[in-house]
């Protein structure tokens, strides 16, 4: 868990200094006071660009200096600290214990999910959204999976780049075709992993107050994946993406007990079932890591009736540190032992 966190020029925030405990930290207050920029802050302490996915100069306090800094000190006398300099606002600067580290490095130390209300619309957004959303799953489970993704991010991006010449260079195409397929067949593997073993948690569980969903992970990257790379390189070229591989990949979710996509489902039913699957996720991380990773809920109980508001807290009782925001603190009510931050 965070022991303390403190902020300086993020977002809104020009200097913030928390001391959380190891339950609920419950954070109240008016709509635009910085609640969620306070979530975000402690997602940055992970690999990524945040619960918000915002470019890093985008975080620093409009009216500040113009770089910003999150820092936390963890149980164990452990210290992570992430920023930006005024000077290079796009550059990210990791440090651990005082010494530099890359940002993917953060997710050997805390494992941190979130729910937001943007992310309400997942079912129903792109394949895009659910892609990242299934990818901070599978992270916050194997923390290497961060660098598989990157390092075929960028042997992606270099072969499009080859493929828009007039004249292709036939021997580096294929050796970013075989690094496509060394590390887009791993990324692949280590999604279905994952959903396989979330799979499992809910075969094996009865009817709850957030409905069962079925996970399958759609266009499954092929093993051959360089040879179909090298065989669809025009009509790659004239798509100006790779047409295949994990970025072509999508997360399918149905609804176990109506048998229907969870896009067709109500929105309340949607809310419920990413609830049931951040819980079941919370779970396996705690199995796996021996803790329970950070989960961060932005807005959740006022998006939940009475009775299933009443459910989640049970449910999240006992399971480590788990930071939620309101605009009221009335709707903490049935929280136990929550340390309650007015914000504003």
Known sequence: MLA??????????AALDLQPG???VCLHGQ??????NILEAVSMLAPGRGLRGSALGEMARSDGPGGWTVAASLDGDINLGTGTLAAVPERRIVRINGAPASANS???WLAITWLTPAMDRLFTDSAGSRRRFLDRLVLALDPAHAVRAARYEAAMRARNKLLAEDHWDGEWLLSLERQMEEYGVAVSRARLATILRLQERFDGSAATDFPLPRLTLDKVTPTALAARLAACRSLDAAARRATHGPNTEDLLVTNIAKAQPAARSSTGEQKALLIGLMLAHADLVTEQRGAPPILLLDEVAAHLDPGRRAALFERLQGRGQVWMTATEAALFDGVHGAIMVHVG
Not at 31 to 36: L, Q, R, S
């Open 106 to 108: 953060l997710g050997e």
């Open 31 to 36: 709509n635009g006071a910085g609640k969620t």
């Open 22 to 24: 190891p339950g609920f």
């Open 4 to 13: 303390r966190l403190t902020l300086t020029d993020f977002r809104n925030h």
